[in-house]
């Protein structure tokens, strides 16, 4: 795995921190740990899915359905970045 610069500097997490795990356990097939691990992993999934898709296949609203996904995927990052670094500073 690629080490953090971020960690490795500052000594503490940055936004990506745990998406490489995520990935791997996916790949492993333990979803739930995916989750726990980077709960940001299934939104990124969904808009990338998308954004695949959106190359080939046009869709009449598919501005509005970009930035409402990386609305969520951003949103998701940064709540669960709040609640991890909450939880390690308690």
Known sequence: MLP????KIFGIDCLGCGMQRAIVLLFKGEF???FYTYPAIYPLIVLLIFLGFNFF???KQ???I???LMIISVLTIIISY???MKIIFN
């Not at 953090?4 to 960690?7: A, P, Q, S, V």
Request: aromatic share 6%.
């Open 57 to 59: 296949i046009k869709f």
């Open 66 to 68: 970009k930035v409402s």
């Open 82 to 84: 709040i609640i991890k």
């Open 32 to 34: 739930s740990k995916a």
């Open 4 to 7: 953090c610069i971020n960690k």
């Open 62 to 64: 598919s501005q509005l």
